[in-house]
């Protein structure tokens, strides 16, 4: 898609445009500053080389071209990572799940404790604690950092994956995002016209973090409604 620039009084102008590979470690790097509820990972888990791996990789290496990144002053301030080959990526990361068990298994022994709480809990509780998805629809997750969440930049990146799919007739979208009470991300969604279709407590974080944290399953009928519109005008 070509590239859209955003221009306001109050902030600095971004840019939305299809991923390149040249953003792969900025992608990386940003998905690790964010992985622990919109902050770095680095207190919940340390090897953010496997972090990185295990929710980036599929995306920049396989389907690129389902993928968008939001620029400011040059830089990468957030990413949406689809996906709409999703049997494709249910293979993938069936494979890529093993692969990766085995590389946190060697490394277990010079993890800190709290690394290897984390891999303990992905262990017993994980697969346990994510919401029931649907299989053979399209989907998305988004990560901005701290400076770049905006309702202008969420509307903007999640207008170009959405007019991205509605081109290529896809029916129905989901995503999965992390809410708790001082981030409902569930109706900054439900603007968007999507509906919750189930959510699941997560406790990875209770030992970190006060308040309840859950992951919502959040999905859109691309068939009843148009996706959003780039130019419509929103609050920064």
Known sequence: MPPFVSQTDHHPPFLIRSYRPADREAVRELCCETGFLGEPIDP?????????????????????????????????????LGSRRPLQNQLY???????????????????????????????????REVPAAPRRVPHFHVN??????RVSTTRALMSAYLSYLYQRGDKRVYGQIVTF????????????G??????????????FFPQSVYLST???????????????????
């Open 144 to 149: 901005l950092l701290p400076d770049a969440r």
């Open 181 to 192: 009470e001082s981030r409902r991300g569930e109706k900054m969604f439900e603007r968007y």
């Open 93 to 127: 990361s069936f494979t890529q799940n093993i692969i990766l068990f085995f590389r946190a298994l060697l490394r277990y022994p010079r993890y800190q404790g709290r690394s290897r709480r984390f891999i303990r809990w992905l262990l017993m509780y994980g697969w």
């Open 218 to 236: 959040v999905i859109k009928n691309l068939e009843t409604a148009e996706p959003l519109s780039v130019t419509s005008r929103s609050r920064s």
């Open 194 to 207: 999507f509906k919750v279709l189930n959510r699941a407590e997560i406790t990875k974080y209770k030992a």
């Open 44 to 80: 919940v888990y340390e090897d953010r080389h496997l972090f990185a791996d295990f929710l980036t990789t599929y995306y920049t290496d396989h389907e690129p071209e389902s993928c968008f990144v939001l620029e400011i002053d040059g830089e990468i301030g957030g990413y949406l």
